[in-house]
């Protein structure tokens, strides 16, 4: 999907997760190829195969002190 944000036209992905929708950003349109946005959504899609959430945080990365989700 492409979305338009006044000057910057950006590639995205959509997918559910847990019953929460999320938007993956490939990459700005005039950077990123459509065959390499293709293969960063395939990429994202077999995480999410394997139990993965593509935009999940790296292991070993929390949040600041005094920080509650919320």
Partial sequence: MVR???SKRLLWVGYER???ERW???GP???VSLQEARERA???RGQLLDG???LGR???R???AGLRSG
Avoid: F, Q, V
Wanted: no cysteine; aromatic share 0%; net charge positive.
């Fill in 58 to 60: 790296p292991k070993g």
């Fill in 18 to 20: 847990n019953g929460r």
């Fill in 42 to 44: 395939r990429k994202a």
């Fill in 29 to 31: 349109l005039h950077t």
């Fill in 52 to 54: 993965i959430d593509p």
């Fill in 4 to 6: 338009s944000n006044r």
């Fill in 62 to 64: 929390t949040r600041p």
């Fill in 24 to 26: 993956m950003g490939l």
